[in-house]
């Protein structure tokens, strides 16, 4: 093989490789970044209903992203909780026994700079606190 054309063979194959390394270096950054860069807070919907209750069915969308988390249903005890990734307004409908309510789970304005929220959700309605011990009632619930 002449040796004009090794070198380039050389050039060719270690040009690939750095290539390769590149790349992967960017999709560990992007992973890294989807991780971590768009997690803006972790809501907690906490059943504190009195023992022996029904349990209550919850069920919590954002409709600016069109996300709709699913349904479900918390048994006294159960601690509900999501990352927000989204900087939109996030609501949840709950129902339990012959009661229901709707609330805003996280507020872009009110939540975002506090990074966790927590829902304290109780006989006499539905408090929120961002320490999971300063508890302000927020919500009531309704019946028809």
Not at 55 to 73: F, K, V
């Amino acid at each position: 093989m002449h040796p004009h054309k090794r070198n380039i063979h050389k050039m060719t194959t270690w040009s690939y490789f750095l290539f390769l390394a590149l790349a992967w270096s960017f999709i560990i950054i992007a992973i890294a970044f989807e991780k971590h860069d768009n997690h803006l807070a972790v809501v907690h919907v906490i059943n504190a209903l009195p023992n022996n209750s029904e349990p209550m069915r919850i069920q919590c969308t954002s409709p600016r992203t069109d996300t709709n988390l699913g349904e479900y249903t918390l048994y006294v005890g159960d601690d509900y909780q999501w990352n927000v990734t989204h900087k939109s307004l996030h609501y949840c409908e709950a129902l339990w026994e012959r009661w229901f309510a709707s609330w805003h789970a996280f507020q872009p304005r009110r939540d975002v700079s506090h990074g966790t929220v927590y829902w304290l959700v109780k006989h006499n309605g539905f408090f929120l606190s961002w320490n999971n011990s300063s508890w302000v009632r927020k919500e009531s619930w309704q019946t028809e």
